[in-house]
């Protein structure tokens, strides 16, 4: 037979086999039984007389005896059984299992141990270290959890993910520049430094000037006074014209956001001394020319063009006005008296592409601006 009788170390999907002859060289039938339990294990029909006879035994257990015999038939019924054989599987092998490790991102750290194959059943500590300037999270796969260190049991193929974070500092810096703590402020004109160190004076109005950076971008800055918010700002330099009734301490207070919406704040504590705020803020000048920018050289100037003047507070229309039209005297010319603050200015003329900026006007001073207009591409072909 084959396995030999009382074979050990045999798999455990053995073949078996067994050499048949008939003295009348008739063709056999070999039947395979399982001795334990007399139970049919497989057969092979027609087998000629002496050739062998083969089955394949599947998933036997390991390290365990197996006993089994044949029964052999002729063709006219006449049979023969054989004697009873053994073997013994062999010892169940060690099972291994992979352990797979990465991070993310690649730079923000290491794992140790970094992976490897480990016997079945084993307990394996893994630890995240985080690189400088970066601070451990969490993991995921096969496993979970926000602590560095972890215990993981080999009970089949896992893959891990460190995940670590950059340690960022504040992208957004913002700094109140005017009025500065210790200094005295009449009629928003700059003093000397007083005694009193712990908040600025300010005797009348007083325009707040901001310092605002981000390497995203300065998306807006927003002011408050105690806490009450009062106006945004969103054109460099950042500022706020602040005329109230007051004779108080006040707590003026900045929030600067970039385009990632990271945000900072800055704040001064001002006395404000303003009894009778002015009603109205005097008026500072726009002017300037809309010029053809087809010809840049000669300052051509557009007459009758469109300019219209929009709030940026609330969005009103403020005025409405054309470019003068007198040739070599005021052609494309335009002046426009506005109260402080900021407005739109969209300039349009058919056949001309429209122009619009957002500009910052200043109480008592000229603001000069000009605008270049180009012909639209379809104009342009007709011409």
Known sequence: PFPPDESIDVEVNPTLSVYVEDPDNNDLDVYFYDATSNSLIGAQIDVSSGNYAAIDWYDLDYDTTYYWYV??????????????WSFTTMSQPTQYYTLTTSVNPSEGGYIEP????????????????????????????????????????????????????????????????????GYLYIKDAHSLPRLIKNKAFIIGPITINVSAESPHGIKRVDF?????????????????????????????????????????????????????????????????????????????????????????DDLSLVKNIQSKRIPLINKGRYSIKLKPGRYIITVSAPGY???????????????????YLYLTETESLER
């Open 71 to 84: 029964i052999v038939y002729d063709e006219y019924g006449e049979y023969n059984q054989s004697n009873i």
């Open 114 to 181: 970094p992976g490897g194959s480990y016997e079945a059943g084993t307990q394996v500590t893994v630890t995240a270290y985080a690189y400088d300037g970066y601070v451990f999270d969490h993991w995921s796969g096969d496993v979970n959890g926000n602590n560095p260190t972890i215990q993981i049991t080999m009970n089949s193929d896992k893959t891990i993910v460190a995940h670590f974070t950059e340690i960022t500092t504040p992208v957004v810096d913002v700094e109140i520049t005017r009025p500065v703590t």
């Open 224 to 312: 408050y006074l105690d806490g009450e918010y009062l106006s945004s700002d969103t054109i460099y330099p950042y500022e706020y014209r602040l005329n109230i009734r007051s004779i108080t301490t006040h707590n003026i207070t900045v929030v600067a956001y970039d385009w990632e919406d990271n945000s900072a704040t800055d704040y001064v504590l001002a006395f404000i001394f303003n009894p009778i705020p002015r009603k109205y803020e005097r008026s500072g000048v726009l002017k300037g020319k809309i010029i053809d920018g087809e010809k840049p050289l000669l300052r051509k100037g557009i007459a009758r063009v469109n300019i219209t003047v929009v709030s940026m």
């Open 353 to 371: 592409n429209t122009v619009e900026k957002q500009i910052r006007i200043i109480a008592n001073k000229t603001t000069r601006e000009n605008f």
